[in-house]
């Protein structure tokens, strides 16, 4: 940081990309340009980024800007080849710097990449890896058990067993910093009142969850970051379980007893919680939130779709509650706070807005002190406790499933980041 408004950010020498073109600050500008016009880095109050020297880059914002480290490692701002990047801005090929380079791609089946000869770093031991893209859970833990797969990522949680127990595989399992929560709109009744919503989150049992659904795996969520995300994690008050706070909050709120449910003013008490099938198991949660939500009152429908309908019709009209499932560190910073509750920049579609919430995370933007800029964020998830435009349900661990001949794989925190650069396969 040269001063508050100036970041300065040195290029590592000796680096080429897959092409052969050299990594300078003049072939990476146009990779960083984009990627700070693009829609996606909106938030983030880039003025200019220019190349000083040779290696040297300057990015100007137009208001002290503490995370913008942290957004320069998201995945658009990765650098290709200024021969990848068509005059409208688009990526024509994957040109990049990595210890992999991209071969072939075959529309909804497979990639095809090999170890970059003359990479900057250690050479890849594996000489050709093949990605083949399987949505369905099952069919990628039977091609992994049956020799097809020597890898299958993301496997659902009761696939660790079936791997632990047999000889020719090998379980990883790990946390990541992904969370399952509730997304509620605050402009929808029943759930403008947050009574409402503090007895949803009373009425979910998360340790049956976690127990029953996740085997075990992963843990109750609080709050948006787990306590290891020491630096970031506030002590908060969880909502434990307990259905009779959940009833008791209904009647405070004005839903009696009718039946199996409860009405208010001649309406039943009826949600509809939405929810998408490419995150295991986000279905099957949902029906047990189903059945203890209306253990104290609720009706409650349950529509699975493409999670790109769900934000297209949350965002622009009417629902009661989601399901969803993201990563709490896809950059890493507490900034990712903003992206879930700031009134103007939030990609999450509750409504929520709080003048209290918005001052702390733009004075934790400007700020460079560490220790105020957690105060600023542990402020602002209290806060989210107590309002609740979000009901955190429970943390990830990922399963990734391996045959046993495969060597040195790490798993990352971060989904995205594989590092297949140091596994090697005994022949």
């Given at each position: 940081m040269v001063n508050d408004r100036t970041w300065e950010?040195?290029?590592?020498?000796?680096?080429?990309?897959?092409?052969?073109?050299?990594?300078?600050?003049?072939?990476?500008?146009p990779s960083l340009t984009r990627a700070f016009e693009s829609s996606s880095m909106a938030a983030v109050p880039v003025e200019s980024v220019e190349a000083a020297a040779d290696r040297t880059i300057i990015i100007q914002t137009t208001v002290p800007f503490s995370p913008l480290p942290a957004h320069c490692t998201r995945g658009i701002t990765c650098p290709v080849s200024p021969s990848a990047i068509a005059n409208d801005g688009s990526i024509t090929e994957p040109i990049g710097t990595g210890p992999f380079q991209f071969e072939n791609w075959e529309p909804s089946s497979t990639i095809t990449t090999t170890a970059t000869p003359d990479y900057h770093g250690?050479?890849?031991?594996?000489?050709?890896?093949?990605?083949?893209?399987?949505t369905d859970d099952q069919t990628r833990r039977l091609?992994?058990?049956?020799?097809?797969?020597?890898?299958?990522?993301?496997?659902?949680?009761?696939?660790?067993?079936?791997?632990?127990?047999?000889?020719?595989?090998?379980?990883?399992?790990?946390?990541?910093?992904?969370?399952?929560?509730?997304?509620?709109?605050?402009?929808?009744?029943?759930?403008?009142?947050r009574k409402v919503r503090r007895a949803v989150m009373y009425a979910i049992d998360r340790d049956h969850i976690v127990d029953s659904l996740l085997n075990g795996l992963g843990s109750k969520a609080i709050g948006p970051f787990p306590a290891d995300v020491t630096e970031w994690a506030a002590e908060l008050e969880p909502y434990e379980y307990s259905p009779d706070k959940a009833r008791r909050l209904l009647t405070e709120a004005g839903w009696e007893p009718d039946g199996d449910t409860r009405t208010r003013d001649g309406d039943t008490l009826?949600?509809?919680?939405?929810?998408?099938?490419?995150?295991?198991?986000?279905?099957?949660?949902?029906?047990?939130i189903q059945t203890q939500l209306q253990a104290v009152g609720f009706d409650v429908d349950?529509?699975?779709?493409?999670?790109?309908?769900?934000?297209?019709?949350?965002?622009?009209?009417?629902?009661d509650t989601v399901l969803w499932s993201?990563?709490?560190?896809?950059?890493?910073?507490?900034?990712?706070l903003s992206d879930l509750v700031h009134s103007e920049t939030a990609t999450m579609f509750s409504g929520y807005e709080s003048e209290a919430v918005d001052r702390h995370l733009e004075a934790a933007r400007r700020t460079a002190d560490r220790d105020?800029?957690?105060?600023?964020?542990?402020?602002?998830?209290?806060?989210?406790?107590?309002?609740?435009?979000?009901?955190?349900?429970t943390y990830y661990a990922n399963v990734?499933?391996?045959r046993a001949d495969v060597e040195g794989y790490q798993p990352h925190p971060i989904e995205s980041c594989y590092h297949l650069e140091e596994v090697t396969q005994r022949r």
């Open positions: 950010f040195t290029l590592r020498e000796g680096v080429t990309f897959h092409d052969g073109t050299e990594v300078t600050a003049e072939t990476v500008l250690s050479t890849a031991h594996i000489e050709t890896l093949i990605y083949e893209g399987i091609k992994l058990e049956n020799g097809e797969l020597d890898m299958a990522r993301i496997l659902p949680n009761k696939a660790a067993d079936t791997l632990a127990s047999s000889p020719d595989l090998t379980a990883h399992t790990y946390k990541i910093p992904r969370a399952r929560y509730l997304v509620f709109d605050l402009d929808s009744a029943p759930f403008a009142d009826s949600v509809s919680i939405w929810t998408y099938n490419t995150r295991p198991l986000l279905p099957t949660i949902a029906e047990v349950i529509s699975v779709m493409e999670s790109s309908t769900i934000k297209e019709q949350a965002t622009n009209g009417e629902f993201s990563s709490v560190l896809w950059y890493p910073d507490p900034d990712r105020e800029r957690f105060e600023r964020y542990a402020a602002v998830q209290r806060r989210m406790q107590r309002d609740l435009p979000l009901g955190w349900l990734i499933g391996t």
